[in-house]
């Protein structure tokens, strides 16, 4: 399973880490992605980060402003938020990739299965 984990009110300018930590599976094989869906919108994917931490990608909207990394030894992946902006208001879910020991990771929704509950996060303007 997965398990997100930082998310809150913050104001706009601020910054959030959010933590998906994961059980019941070989976590260093597989890729993890962070996703977000806001009211009345499709579920939109923000980053990811390949099996051994040597890729990482990012919606446009998010280049220079987050920041995802992982610890295998912890079975967690991290996502570091920075100037946040009210539209970033969301619930950030993470996920496991399909298909496991790739050197590139996508932000596909369609490339995972296995998807936490996600975490509130809220930018007040």
């Known amino acids: 399973q997965l398990v997100e984990s930082g998310g809150g009110l913050v104001q706009s300018g601020g910054s959030l880490r959010l933590s998906c930590a994961a059980s019941?599976?070989?976590?260093?094989?597989?890729?993890i992605g962070w996703f977000r869906q806001a009211p009345g919108k499709e579920r939109e994917g923000v980053s990811c980060?390949?099996?051994?931490?040597?890729?990482?990608n990012y919606a446009d909207s998010m280049k220079g402003r987050f920041t995802i990394s992982r610890d295998n030894a912890k079975n967690t992946v991290y996502l570091q938020m920075n100037s946040l902006k009210p539209e970033d208001t969301a619930v950030y879910s993470c996920?496991?990739?399909?298909?496991?020991?790739?050197?590139?990771?996508?932000?596909?929704?369609?490339?995972?299965?296995?998807w936490g509950q996600g975490t509130q996060v809220t930018v007040s303007s």
């Open positions: 996920a496991k990739s399909r298909r496991s020991l790739q050197e590139t990771c996508s932000i596909d929704v369609d490339r995972f299965d296995l």
């Open positions: 019941g599976f070989t976590f260093a094989y597989y890729d």
């Open positions: 980060v390949s099996s051994r931490g040597g890729n990482a």
